[in-house]
């Protein structure tokens, strides 16, 4: 059974431009999860879907940032327009059942704005 | 304020030694506690959890963790280190289920483990 994919594993971006990560959850998990870890802080909580509606985004740090899930699949969470800050690896998650059943992790998406 | 402290940012240890990683948490109710282990070039990999029940939980790869309710900590143990572990360990805390929010988890700043020949 395939993970959580996410990709690119790596981007390198000029201030000012716009980046798109994508997660592509296990398959049948309605929970996905969005983090991201900036360079020597801890890994924080971006947002959770249900399927293709947002249950908590919380941890969304500004307006820069929209994430999307369409058809209730895949994610997506643009970034828009990058600034330097944004730098860091975001981890996507995903779940059947809350933090009960199967809660796994991708491998990140190391994002470095210049 | 529900937050999670690793009080220790860098451990070495030499190959062989016993290994003991701190984690204490804040959070009102009693969490789900868990630690990860993100080894270079790799995702979060789960090391083991706790839900409930006896208080020492065992993982992957030899280590073990010891829920303390009155101290709020959740420290992870191996007995005998070996050099492939040398990588990231992340405590975690979330919520239970059925109290609401369902999976968020609140994250430590990590611990880098150094393995001496």
């Known amino acids: 059974e395939a993970g959580v994919t996410q990709f690119p594993s790596h981007s390198v971006i000029e201030k000012g431009q716009t980046v798109t990560l994508r997660c592509d959850p296990i398959s049948g998990h309605d929970n996905l999860y969005w983090y991201r870890r900036v360079m020597g802080k801890e890994i924080k909580f971006l947002l959770h879907?249900?399927?293709?509606?947002?249950?908590?985004e919380s941890g969304m740090p500004n307006n820069r940032f929209l994430a999307e899930r369409t058809g209730g699949t895949y994610s997506t969470l643009k970034v828009q327009p990058a600034e330097l800050e944004d730098s860091g690896v975001y981890f996507c998650?995903?779940?059947?059942?809350?933090?009960?059943?199967?809660?796994?992790f991708g491998s990140g998406t190391r994002l470095t704005v210049v | 304020a529900q937050s999670v402290t690793q009080p220790d940012i860098h451990i070495t240890v030499s190959e062989g030694a016993s290994l003991e990683l701190r984690c204490n948490y804040s959070?009102?109710?009693?969490?789900?506690l868990f630690w990860y282990v993100q080894s270079p070039g790799q995702g979060l990999q789960l090391l083991l959890k706790y839900f409930s029940g006896d208080t020492l939980v065992q993982g992957i790869k030899g280590f073990e963790a010891e829920f303390k309710r009155s101290q709020s900590s959740f420290n992870l143990r191996k007995p005998s280190v070996h050099w492939s572990d040398a990588a990231e360990y992340f405590c975690?805390?979330?919520?239970?289920?059925?109290?609401?929010?369902?999976?968020?988890?609140?994250f430590g700043q990590g611990t880098t483990l150094q393995v001496k020949p």
């Open positions: 998650a995903s779940s059947q059942d809350g933090l009960k059943k199967d809660y796994t």
């Open positions: 959070y009102g109710a009693t969490p789900y």
């Open positions: 975690a805390v979330g919520p239970r289920h059925g109290s609401g929010n369902t999976g968020k988890l609140i």
């Open positions: 879907f249900v399927k293709e509606s947002k249950q908590d």
